[in-house]
């Protein structure tokens, strides 16, 4: 649930008062002049400056078209098929699954987009209080979590501070970048929040950035840092903030804000902080039934069969798909009217693994679908599920693949092993680059992190189910063909 929403009307208050201000003494907030909102160390003020540019993240993260989206559909986890002339899209989804995507991807642009849009965001409160020094450090280190999705995305992209001016600025080389996150956030940890919360940077989450960026240094800079991500993962797991929860699905509840595996979340709430799309997207039209929801789903992004098959019978986490026979609310047996003949499952509604064709008539009922979190019943359009950017039980995988890349193969089983207990899985007695490949596609899926992974485990150009071998170009995006109209500063990555 947003914390934020409360304040973001205060923030635009205060801009426009400052901006219009004459006197410094005069009034602004709660009795604060323009030099003590300058030179305040008061947290709850702090609070109130930085929510624009949280509610700026929250943005389209957990929604179609944007970042998640290709994270997803560019991976072995999810699909979109063309149902008929329903998902055609123009072939965007199509082009994303089979490595084939453009600049002019509607996707790649509104991606690139959402991170400058909130990077701007910072950038301004940044120049108009260089001296709240908590603020700074804090807004420094989440726009450095902003890079690290652009350093992974994108690779080589444009660094903008604060005190730039410049109307073109120009691609920088992706270890450039790197090192900028880096000092960005290893700077600043001194003068971040020790806390506990979940929705703002801390310096636990600021660890999580770190150990996400050494952990695939080898890939933005060519030299591998598994030291480094293992420092950084050993700082979360000896603070002692964070433990497993007994339940997996506890971290992806509606009611998550406590959850004690969240690290950072994205508090969304469907009346005050919406975008968090998810049972729009994979539900069936008739889904709705099921949870009663006041907006119908737009029966989109489904599994693709191998990676469900990939979870064993007895894993708990295979609940976290709509798979099945589906009923209403009231336990009726729900039936699609609309089938399509050669449906083997006829008019009752009935998510198979097996995708039939991807293009151009999948089934409306083929592929299971994304139930990994809550659909609370009768939700809007958006969920209020916070959203876990970080969360503990990837952290604990992140330890096995740090310490099994440098030669500890029982310490990786045992914290494998933590991860499985929890699932009711089978624990594993031997371990491997598949291995842990697989157990962290079972852990984390859908929550952003596959194509990464698959990339740094050199598995992101097989060929998969309708989808053949791809170039080693594809494993970064396009810089949208928009920017680079405008700025020809900005140089394409090469393939494209």
């Keep these: 649930m947003s914390k934020f929403n409360k304040s973001i009307c205060f923030i635009a208050a205060l801009f426009i008062t400052l901006s219009a201000c004459e006197e410094p003494e005069q009034e602004l ?36 078209n944007s ?22 899209d123009g072939g965007q989804w199509i082009r994303m699954h089979q490595h084939n995507y453009g600049a002019t991807e509607q996707s790649v642009g ?13 950038n301004l409160l940044l120049k108009r209080f ?25 690779g080589n992209v444009p660094v903008i501070l604060e005190t730039d ?31 506990t919360g ?63 595996e969240n690290i950072l979340t994205l508090p969304y709430d469907e009346n005050n902080a919406g975008g968090f799309n998810l049972a729009q997207m994979t539900g069936h039209y008739l889904t709705q039934q099921t949870f009663n929801l006041q907006a119908q789903p737009w029966n989109g992004y489904a599994s693709l069969e191998d990676f469900y098959n990939a979870y064993d019978a007895n894993d708990s986490r295979r609940l976290g798909f709509l798979e099945g026979p589906q009923f209403s609310s009231d336990g009726t047996r729900l039936e699609d009217l609309s089938f399509e003949p050669g449906d083997p499952d006829g008019a009752p509604l009935t998510f198979t693994p097996e995708i039939n064709e991807l293009r151009p008539n999948s089934l409306r009922q083929a592929g299971v679908r994304v139930g990994k979190f809550e659909i609370a019943s009768g939700a809007g359009a958006s ?3 916070d959203w876990p950017l970080f969360r503990y039980g990837d952290i604990i995988l992140m330890k096995a693949e740090v310490m099994w890349r440098q030669g500890n193969n029982a310490g990786a089983l045992d914290f494998v092993n933590q991860i499985r207990q929890r699932a009711g899985a ?15 596609g079972r852990e984390v899926f859908a929550e952003g992190w596959r194509r990464s992974d698959l990339i740094r485990f050199g598995k992101y150009n097989d060929a998969w189910w309708e989808k053949p071998a791809s170039p080693a170009t594809v494993n970064i995006f396009p810089i949208p063909q928009g920017q680079i109209d405008v700025n020809a500063d900005l140089v394409q990555n090469p393939g494209y």
């Excluded at 509104?110 to 910072?122: D, H, S």
């Excluded at 090192?179 to 003068?191: G, H, K, P, T, Y």
């Excluded at 929705?199 to 952990?215: C, F, G, P, Q, V």
């Excluded at 007695?429 to 598949?434: C, G, N, V």
Aim: charged share 15%; with cysteine.
């Design 29 to 64: 907030f709660n009795g604060y002049t323009p030099e003590e909102v300058a030179n305040s160390d008061n947290p709850v003020l702090t609070d109130v400056l930085k929510a624009s540019a949280y509610s700026t993240i929250i943005g389209t993260w957990g929604g179609h």
């Design 67 to 88: 970042l998640w989206s290709m994270h997803e559909v560019a991976s072995d986890e999810m699909v979109i098929a063309h149902k008929g002339a329903d998902w055609e």
């Design 110 to 122: 509104n991606a690139w987009n959402y991170c400058y849009t909130a990077i701007g965001e910072i």
């Design 130 to 154: 260089p001296d709240v020094v908590a603020l700074g450090a804090e807004l420094r280190v989440l726009r450095a979590m902003i890079y690290l999705w652009l350093i992974d995305a994108y």
């Design 165 to 195: 001016d410049d109307p073109t600025p120009p691609t920088v080389a992706r270890a450039q970048v790197f090192e900028f996150i880096r000092s960005s956030v290893e700077d600043n940890l001194a003068n971040l929040s020790t806390g």
């Design 198 to 260: 979940k929705t703002t940077i801390n310096a636990m989450s600021a660890r999580a950035i770190l150990a996400k960026l050494y952990l695939n240094a080898e890939v933005y800079t060519g030299t591998a840092q598994w030291a480094a991500a293992e420092t950084n993962i050993d700082a979360i797991i000896n603070s002692g903030n964070y433990s497993l929860e007994n339940n997996f699905f506890a971290s992806f509840s509606t009611n998550n804000g406590g959850s004690s």
């Design 383 to 385: 969920l209020s599920n």
């Design 426 to 440: 089978d624990p594993l007695t031997t371990i491997d680059a598949d291995i842990l490949l697989a157990e962290r």
